[in-house]
Structure formats: structure tokens, C-alpha cells
């Protein structure tokens, strides 16, 4: 079974630093992983995903996430931080033959401070 | 083109009532999947459907069911609500089965048993 765990269930920053959203991943084969977003009251949005094609993803709004298989790690990283970033942020697996059932990490909620 | 349409937004149910949440998925989609969320379990899986037929099941009892029509849409049943089945239900659609899709999810119904 696929797993994530994502540190940090809140995480906060000031705007134009960096932003660094953690998440590792549990897999006995090869994993698709993906990071969402969702602001209050609205649905899930995908920012990125990873499907072995290159381990340097780039998503929308500026955020890009490295796979690391020697760290089972799949981190989000955003150079700089605006306002508009902050929002609940999920981590989620899902394996070759297994459709579109994805598995969520618990999430990070992230604030951005002036 | 419009994007994932659940309805209704909000709904207020008693316990022991049974509960029909519908979702349209982006025109051309076929695989619709359907989530719980809540703030003490987060994100949960609760199935998929493909071509009218269910492909994959999350760990929730009987009371959940679903089910696809031939234009794609579909609905999830809940009966003999109970006061911890109030959570936001989201809707994702997907063009196709498989892991290389792209999930766009819905608003969502959120759902409040009393």
C-alpha cells in the first residue's frame, strides 16, 4: 500500500521568502506523486505531479517539487512567497494500476505573513 | 468549458435520513472519483466509476454507494446518515483511467448531519 506523510500541518511565512512544504512518501513500487491545493470553501487543484518522466517537476503559480527516490521524499518549494500562496496544501500517491484512487498525505496549511 | 459541477453546494440532513449528492464531470471525461473529506480523517478515497462501472473501492461500509450513467455523470448515496458522515464530499473527474490524468476535482457538497 502507498502512503504520504507530510510534516508540518502548519506552516508559516513571510511574504517573499521561501516556501518549503515537506512530504514523503511510502511505496513498494514505483510511485505517481502529486501535490493539490485548496483555498476555503473550494475544491482541490493540482499544482504539479511526478511520473518518472523527470525528477525536477514545475508546476503552475511559480511551485516546483524534486523526487528524491534515496530520501522517499517529494517536497514543494516556491522561491518566493505571496499572499495568494497561502492556502491548505496536499501531498498524494498513487501506483501504476491503481486508476485514479489517490492517497492524501494530512495536509499543510500555509500562512503568509507581511 | 465547464468544470466539474457538484450539486448541491450545501446540504443539511437528519440523522437515520438518506442523503443524494450528484456530480457532472468535465465534458468528455470518463472516470468520475469521489472523496471525504473531513478535519479528523482528511481526504478519503470512497470509490471510482469508469464506463458506468466501479473500478475501485475505499474502505467505507455499505451505507456509501454510487453510481455512473451513461453520459458520465454520477451520484453517491449515503442512508441511514449518521452524525459523522458530515463532511465535504468532492467529485474528480479524469479523461481517462489511468496515472498519467489529470484529476480535476469539483466544489464540492459539503454535507452537515444533525
Known amino acids: 500500500a502507498q502512503s504520504v506523510t507530510q510534516l508540518g500541518s502548519h506552516v508559516s511565512v513571510s511574504e517573499g521568502a521561501l516556501v518549503l512544504l515537506r512530504c514523503n512518501y511510502s511505496s513498494s513500487v514505483p510511485p505517481y506523486l502529486f501535490w493539490y491545493v485548496q483555498y476555503p470553501n473550494q475544491g482541490l487543484q493540482l499544482l504539479l505531479k511526478?511520473?518518472?518522466?523527470?525528477?525536477l517537476v514545475k508546476g503552475i503559480n511559480g511551485f516546483e517539487a524534486e523526487f528524491k527516490k534515496s530520501e522517499t521524499s517529494f517536497h514543494l518549494t516556491k522561491p518566493s512567497a505571496h499572499m495568494s500562496d497561502a492556502a491548505e496544501y496536499f501531498c498524494?500517491?498513487?501506483?501504476?494500476?491503481?486508476?485514479?484512487?489517490?492517497?492524501f498525505g494530512t495536509g499543510t496549511q500555509l500562512k503568509v505573513e507581511l | 468549458k465547464a468544470g466539474v459541477t457538484q450539486t448541491p453546494r450545501y446540504l443539511i440532513k437528519t440523522r437515520g435520513q438518506q442523503v443524494t449528492l450528484s456530480c457532472s464531470p468535465i465534458s468528455g471525461h470518463r472516470s468520475v472519483s469521489w472523496y471525504q473529506q473531513t478535519p479528523g480523517q482528511g481526504l478519503q478515497f470512497l470509490f471510482e466509476?469508469?464506463?458506468?462501472?466501479?473500478?475501485n473501492k475505499g474502505n467505507f461500509p455499505g451505507r456509501f454507494s454510487g453510481r455512473q450513467f451513461s453520459n458520465s455523470r454520477s451520484e453517491m448515496n449515503v442512508s441511514t446518515l449518521e452524525l459523522g458522515d458530515s463532511a465535504l464530499y468532492l467529485c474528480a473527474s479524469s479523461l481517462v483511467q489511468g496515472v498519467n490524468t489529470e484529476a480535476f476535482f469539483g466544489q464540492g457538497t459539503r454535507l452537515t448531519v444533525v
Open positions: 466509476y469508469f464506463s458506468e462501472t466501479q473500478r
Open positions: 498524494a500517491v498513487t501506483r501504476t494500476g491503481g486508476g485514479n484512487k489517490l492517497t
Open positions: 511526478y511520473t518518472s518522466a523527470a525528477t
